[in-house]
């Protein structure tokens, strides 16, 4: 695996014998957050923001203060406001590239600092994960570029309130690893993916506290067998 010098700095390795080689345009510098509308990408970065105000003994953490510009202020506080309210942050589908976030994220143990990281999170409309015309137009095609020569991909699954195995998810996940394999550097793909499971206040209390137990086990039942 390609390690870049720096988080928010692309590298782009050689291509192989027979594909195209990847100009400025098609790399990205920044993390992606993907998954369907309504995944919990833009709750991803709201609770970010509400957990540099929390009193949790472990967590990551983004502080106003570490905000790069107004795009990004503006994009935190309205993610974390209807976060809060529980509505859901429309993205919107764009031909044009999707503007990444800038901002320093803190690891806070026991009320202090333990790490930091410098990032570029972009959030693109869960559309172009799930729905094949925009997957295959212009604008999809660019952006699965961008995705497959960035820094890292969350990929993250809404949890079924009955905690049944998501037969469309499974399929989903499937498709799209084949589309962003073909969209960078075949036979693999060569940057790191964390795939979770998001909104798990919506399971049992029972099936809530095992997911957190064992998240792993809880994504896999979620996906069902493969």
Not at 84 to 110: E, H, I
Request: hydrophobic share 35%; aromatic share 6%; glycine share 8%.
């Amino acid at each position: 695996m390609t390690t870049p010098i720096t988080p928010t700095s692309p590298s782009v390795a050689p291509p192989a014998v027979g594909v195209p080689r990847l100009g400025p345009g098609d790399t990205h510098d920044g993390f992606f957050l993907w998954g369907a509308p309504k995944a919990g990408k833009s709750g991803f970065i709201g609770a970010l923001y509400g957990l540099s105000r929390g009193q949790d003994a472990e967590r990551w953490t983004a502080h106003p203060k570490d905000w790069d510009d107004p795009h990004t202020q503006e994009m935190v506080l309205r993610a974390h406001e209807e976060l809060r309210d529980r509505r859901n942050t429309k993205t919107g589908v764009r031909d044009t590239p999707y503007r990444p976030l800038r901002l320093t994220l803190r690891k806070m143990k026991a009320g202090r600092q333990v790490g930091e990281l410098r990032v570029a999170l972009v959030d693109p409309a869960g559309e172009f994960s799930v729905d094949p015309s925009h997957r295959v137009s212009t604008a999809g095609k660019t952006l699965y570029r961008q995705v497959a020569t960035s820094h890292g991909v969350l990929w993250l699954f809404e949890a079924t309130p009955d905690g049944a195995a998501s037969t469309l998810d499974r399929l989903l996940i499937l498709e799209q690893l084949v589309a962003l394999i073909e969209a960078g550097r075949p036979p693999q793909l060569d940057l790191p993916v964390a795939i979770c499971l998001s909104k798990i206040d919506c399971l049992s209390p029972e099936r809530r506290e095992a997911g957190l137990a064992n998240p792993t086990h809880a994504l896999l039942d979620h996906l069902g067998t493969t």
